[in-house]
Each structure stands twice: as structure tokens, then as C-alpha cells.
């Protein structure tokens, strides 16, 4: 284990539906060198200008999260930064022809193939790392039960609850795991998103979610509960796609974190609130480039497989393509 900058080792390219607009887009992840962070380029816009993927660029939570201005934005990124997550990756150019990224399945889990087949690439420059020493909270000003705050701890650690009471398949689910890369491959990467079907039909009706479909989501109906054939890859999905959520979304501080993140009730806005509270609120001091006596402490944070051969999971059988 060491404490190095990674991107890719060759380029992988890719297409899907946009679950959005419903077009096909095209995409090819590229190599970076260190220090790039993660950049997105609009190849169908004059110019084909990049669009930094960080915290500060996000300007819209409504549905996804955006990052961009109105006039160049990508949407739809946090699946595919929470993969840059399970793998470590800290630099990376996407060229993309269209304004959201693909959804695929809805997980995380055809990204974190794509990037094992691609191979990572350790750099010669380390990466810093947050730590967190003092609770940073974010509460819904709307509906105080909905919040999201970050605590000190010796581990990294994320706890997560959803409360969706008047729909029966759903209902309240929490869980309490490790904020590790390992972690993260093994018991989210594969959990989708999720949407009433009524919800859906009413966002057809307005032609919105025109790619949306049970190819690329869990789609539950209040009286019929989940649709999709097969059912749940987990029976609790639900939440772990919350938590993979605020995992893609939280990877936009460029950085590891070391503390307990808990939520409940959040989603894409407090999650991008609370990102630029630890920006603005951690002293420098607490970002650091950790010594060699400072990594060993850090070992579950910034211990990153290499490859999907490296984690216990097995995406088999799934339909991610």
C-alpha cells in the first residue's frame, strides 16, 4: 500500500442511453497526469470546452447531479465518480457527445468493470487527504429531519437512512458500513437507482426521463411494489444506492476522508452542501500529504484495489451491460 496519485493505464470507450433525454451517447475515458482531477469535455459543443468535475462546479441537484455552467454542464456523474472511488482514481479525462452521462444499469458496477478492464496506473505524485476533526453538519432548513454531517473518527465510516414510509417496498432502511474503497466494490457498487412508477409515467407524460425504464432501474409501484422481474440484487438496495449516491458525490472533494459521514433523508443537494462545508471548513493544516508512519495508520482509507480480481464480488449474472 502507498499513497500515489492513479488514472487509467489505456483509454475504454463506451455507449448508453441517456436516462434523461433517452439518446445514445458516447464516451471514452482517457488517461491524466497528476493533478489533472477529474475533467469532463463536451465533444458535441463548439469548442469542445472541459468541465471540471469538483465540489464548486455543481449547479444543479434536482435529479442528478451537474457540473458545469447552463451553457456547457454534464449530468448524471455521481455513478461513475463513485467508481473512480472504488478504484482510487484521481485523474481522468471523459470525452462525452452529449450533456448526461450514460446510466447503464443505474449501479456503479458497469464503470467499475470498464475500469479493471482498463487497468490502473499509479503515478509518481501522492495524494492528500482530509481529516476531519470536528462534526460538520448540514440540515434541510425545509425539513430538519433531512440531514447529512460528517464526525471525527480513527475509521472511515458512512452511515445512511431512508425513510419512505407510504411506499411498502421500500419503506425505512439504514445501514452502518466502512468508507472504504473495498468496501464500497463489495456491498454498493452494484445497487441501482430506483422510482416510483408513478412518478416515472408522470415525468413520460412531460417528456422528461425518456431513457428511464427497468433496464436501468429498480422501478416500484405503491401497489404492486418492485416491478422488475428479477427483483433486488440486495434486499437493501434501496439504501445502498443512497449511500452510493453520496459516495459519488462526496468523491467531488477531490480527496480522501477520514471520519464518520451519517445521513438521513439526504440526497444529491445535501450531499453537495456538505461537500463544500469540508472545504471550507477543514483547516489546512488537516490537509495533508500523509508521512509513511501516517499511511500505515491510514491503511483501510487509502487502501484502493487495482482490479475487480482484488474484491470479493461477483458481477456475473448481472445485467450492467
Do not use: W
Request: with cysteine; hydrophobic share 40%.
Amino acid at each position: 500500500m502507498n499513497n500515489f496519485q492513479r488514472t487509467l493505464k489505456r483509454s475504454v470507450s463506451f455507449a448508453g442511453i441517456g436516462v434523461h433525454s433517452g439518446n445514445l451517447i458516447s464516451v471514452e475515458i482517457r488517461p491524466a497526469s497528476a493533478n489533472t482531477g477529474i475533467v469532463f469535455q463536451r465533444t458535441d459543443l463548439p469548442g469542445k470546452p472541459y468541465i471540471k468535475a469538483d465540489a464548486l462546479s455543481v449547479f444543479d441537484t434536482s435529479l442528478a447531479t451537474r457540473i458545469g455552467t447552463s451553457e456547457a454542464y454534464v449530468s448524471t456523474i455521481e455513478h461513475l465518480m463513485a467508481a473512480f472511488f472504488g478504484f482510487g482514481i484521481d485523474n481522468a479525462v471523459i470525452s462525452i457527445d452529449n450533456s448526461e452521462m450514460p446510466i447503464l444499469d443505474g449501479s456503479s458496477a458497469p464503470f467499475l468493470v470498464l475500469l479493471s478492464e482498463a487497468g490502473i496506473e499509479e503515478l509518481k505524485e501522492p495524494r492528500k487527504v482530509i481529516i476531519v476533526e470536528k462534526t460538520i453538519e448540514v440540515v434541510d432548513e425545509k425539513n430538519p429531519a433531512r440531514f447529512i454531517r460528517i464526525e471525527p473518527s480513527k475509521q472511515p465510516l458512512i452511515s445512511y437512512a431512508i425513510d419512505f414510509e407510504n411506499i411498502v417496498a421500500i419503506g425505512r432502511q439504514s445501514i452502518s458500513m466502512d468508507y472504504t474503497a473495498k468496501a464500497f466494490c463489495e456491498y454498493f457498487s452494484f445497487a441501482r437507482t430506483f422510482g416510483l412508477k408513478e412518478d416515472i409515467d408522470f415525468l413520460h407524460s412531460r417528456g422528461l426521463a425518456k431513457g428511464g425504464s427497468i433496464e436501468n432501474a429498480i422501478v416500484v409501484s405503491r401497489t404492486e411494489g418492485v416491478l422488475n422481474s428479477q427483483g433486488l440484487r440486495n434486499e437493501q438496495e434501496f439504501v445502498k444506492h443512497k449511500a452510493l449516491d453520496c459516495i459519488g458525490d462526496l468523491h467531488l472533494i477531490g480527496m480522501p476522508i477520514l471520519g464518520h459521514v451519517i445521513a438521513h433523508k439526504a440526497g444529491h443537494d445535501l450531499h453537495n452542501k456538505l461537500a463544500r462545508a469540508i472545504l471550507s471548513e477543514v483547516s489546512s493544516r488537516k490537509i495533508i500529504i500523509p508521512s509513511a508512519k501516517e499511511t500505515s495508520r491510514l491503511k483501510s482509507l487509502l487502501s484502493f484495489p487495482k482490479s475487480l480480481a482484488e474484491v470479493q464480488v461477483n458481477f456475473n449474472g448481472l445485467a450492467i451491460g
